[in-house]
């Protein structure tokens, strides 16, 4: 009985947060605006995004033409960390406990960026572990085939100058 505890603990505590850091080949400038702008969102992230890079601002990110996230803009500190609230509770403002907190940060590195990449607030969400362990691995496959468009847009935006 202990150790299935221990067990059923450790697995709730790896759907925690999702950790991710990856070499960008642009500056920190450059890559805040991809990760920050409508206009460069849509280009490796969703289909439509509607947001204004300013704590507070609140918009939305869409993924077809039924899937309709808003977002909640928490830090835009240009070019070092842009970070948003997602997934909240119908109805709600996002806040924490209720939505998960997306963090970007931007630390130069040689001639490029190192992105380090966080979501969190899987757990405070109060998810039955089924649907907790679900979004977690959802989420995850997400970002595992988003984060590397990005770096590839990038360098199109890159070889574009």
């Given at each position: 009985?202990?150790?299935?505890?221990?067990?059923?603990?450790?697995?709730?505590?790896?759907?925690?947060?999702?950790?991710?850091?990856?070499?960008?080949?642009?500056?920190?400038?450059?890559v805040y605006q991809v990760i920050s702008t409508p206009e460069h969102l849509r280009e490796w992230w969703p289909?439509?995004?509607?947001?204004?890079?300013?704590?507070?601002?609140?918009?939305?990110?869409?993924?077809?033409?039924?899937?309709?996230?808003?977002?909640?803009?928490?830090?835009?500190?240009?070019?070092?960390?842009?970070?948003?609230?997602?997934?909240?509770?119908?109805?709600?403002?996002?806040?924490?406990?209720?939505?998960?907190?997306?963090?970007?940060?931007?630390?130069?590195?040689?001639?490029?960026?190192?992105?380090?990449?966080?979501?969190?607030?899987?757990?405070?969400?109060?998810?039955?572990?089924?649907?907790?362990?679900?979004?977690?691995?959802?989420?995850?496959?997400?970002?595992?085939?988003?984060?590397?468009?990005?770096?590839?847009?990038?360098?199109?935006?890159?070889?574009?100058?």
């Amino acid at each position: 009985m202990c150790n299935q505890r221990l067990r059923d603990e450790e697995n709730v505590m790896e759907y925690g947060s999702i950790e991710r850091e990856i070499h960008v080949d642009a500056t920190p400038e450059v890559v805040y605006q991809v990760i920050s702008t409508p206009e460069h969102l849509r280009e490796w992230w969703p289909d439509e995004a509607d947001i204004e890079p300013v704590p507070g601002a609140t918009g939305t990110v869409s993924f077809g033409a039924d899937k309709v996230e808003p977002l909640t803009v928490v830090e835009a500190v240009p070019p070092r960390r842009f970070s948003f609230r997602w997934v909240a509770d119908e109805g709600a403002a996002a806040a924490p406990g209720n939505s998960l907190l997306v963090t970007f940060d931007l630390v130069p590195s040689g001639a490029g960026t190192l992105l380090r990449f966080t979501e969190e607030g899987f757990r405070e969400k109060g998810w039955e572990v089924a649907v907790l362990e679900e979004a977690y691995r959802d989420h995850t496959a997400g970002w595992d085939h988003f984060l590397p468009r990005l770096v590839t847009y990038v360098g199109r935006l890159a070889s574009a100058r």
